[in-house]
């Protein structure tokens, strides 16, 4: 697929193993271990294979506990749990899911309308905050099952509540109160009341460790609809991009921005900023009313959820500036999408809907097994393939197969075929994959002057090729087995025949040239 940026540098050594390097600024994990065992897997830092099948595969209707209306979903990874809370339910408030598939109902601590929960992992503890009640709007638990009634700083229509790891602090912002609009706690039971930087309808607010600063967003307010702290205490207003009633924020390390989401305005429904200071309007695909933003440091993705539109309501961006329209599992009211790193999954909740207010993005990783065929070592960042055929064979819990392989063969150029000699071959060029390189190895020479070999798809040869080494004039003078490498990732979504082609003619000797491909490819989950 055209457009991507090179990825793994590939080469061979002189022992025969095939050495797999990830361009700088990224790494290839291994749960943080260099040796070889049955929990591995293979990111980049975006991972443009994970990416690419999550955008383009469809969204997942899934059985929801019961039909409240979920306003917010978050992930804890030290419990492997999402957590939602709603806002109608009686005593059952609370839901919660090992994997987005299976939930169960929960008793929330009072029967309130619960709008936002979060997660502390320095504290291990989830924190719901509400928009009635009296003196109880705060609710805290170890494991979303438990739940324990907090006393609230103030009767504010609490709308949205994060977590700062660093300063060890939770934040709460409200579209209610008079200079009292924001709330604070180190533990989630002790609040504090905060004067915010105006009485606007405050709906979200995240925390950016880079920045060291809160960041909320308003739905009202005239140019002013931004509010940022570096502590929770102190806040100063911003300008906004545009007065659009905005409804949620996110913060992604990767590409050091902000990234906001409204439900008004004509087609310039986010706003970006690298500092929560400057703001600039991006352009949207549709007038949808989004509601809900996360990123995926995993797959280098904004992902933001709407409860209008036909068939249309998820969109993503790899830079929070270029959007692109998502197919929705469902017409669904979506109110909040969080992000599992271990599930490798989106998921998403609904104020609307029959038995189906969720939905999880199609899964794309799974650690459970693997199988290695020839032997396989790592050195630090790299991968070691040894010998001319190795794989890697991963199944996770869902069903999905991750298969990363090289493919090797010799292709023979016969004598007489000329000046621009070609050879096909159909093995090489996986399905449905995606190729993270090719190399090129001359096994033997056909003499008569200099050479160049490329290879590249039979349908379009300037896809993906690179020119080979270039030989002195005859078979004894060849510099043996001197390589050229193309870099990927390269999309294959249809079988298509790999082309060989030689500049010069073949006139000595049949000319031999063995071309290995990297590749990586997905098979759709089970379930």
Known sequence: MKGFK??????????????????????????????IHDHLSYHQRPNLREQYLTTNRPWISRVSAVDNDWFSICWSPELGLFCAVAITGGANHVMTSPDGITWTIRVSAADNEWRSVCWSPELGMF???????????????????????????????????????????????????????VMTSPDGITWTIRVSAADNNWRSVCWSPEL??????????????????PDGITWTIRVSAADNSWQSICWSPELALFCVVSITGALNRVMTSPDGINWTIRVTPVNNQWFSVCWSPELGLFCAVSNTGTDDRVMTSPDGITWTVRVSAEDNGWRSVCWSPELGLFCSVADSGTDDRVMTS????????????????????????????ASLDKRGDFGEHFFFATVSEEITIGVGQGSGGICGNNDLNQ??????????????????????VSVGRATNPDEYVKLGPVALGSVTTWPANSDTTMEGPLFNDIDRKMMVTTNVDVTVSAMKIRVTTFYMKSYPPTS
């Open 362 to 389: 199609p899964r794309v990783l799974g650690v459970n097994s693997l199988t290695v065929s020839g032997e396989v070592s790592w050195f630090y960042d790299d991968i070691i393939l040894k010998g001319q055929d």
């Open 6 to 35: 090179p990825s793994c540098r590939i080469r061979q050594t002189a022992n025969g193993d095939w050495i797999i390097t990830p361009p700088p600024g990224t790494r290839l994990y291994i749960d943080g271990d260099t040796r």
């Open 431 to 452: 399905a449905d994959s995606v190729m993270l390189g090719c190399v090129t190895r001359i096994t033997q020479a056909p003499g008569g002057g200099a050479t160049q």
């Open 127 to 181: 924190c719901a905050v509400s928009s009635d009640g009296v003196g109880n709007r705060v609710m805290t638990s170890p494991d979303g099952i438990t739940w324990t009634i907090r006393v609230s700083a103030a009767d504010n229509d609490w709308h949205t509540i994060c977590w700062s790891p660093e300063l060890g602090l939770f934040c709460a912002v409200a579209i209610t109160g008079t200079d009292d609009r």
């Open 212 to 229: 060291g600063l809160f960041c909320a967003v308003a739905a009202s307010g005239v140019g002013d609809r931004v509010m940022t702290s």
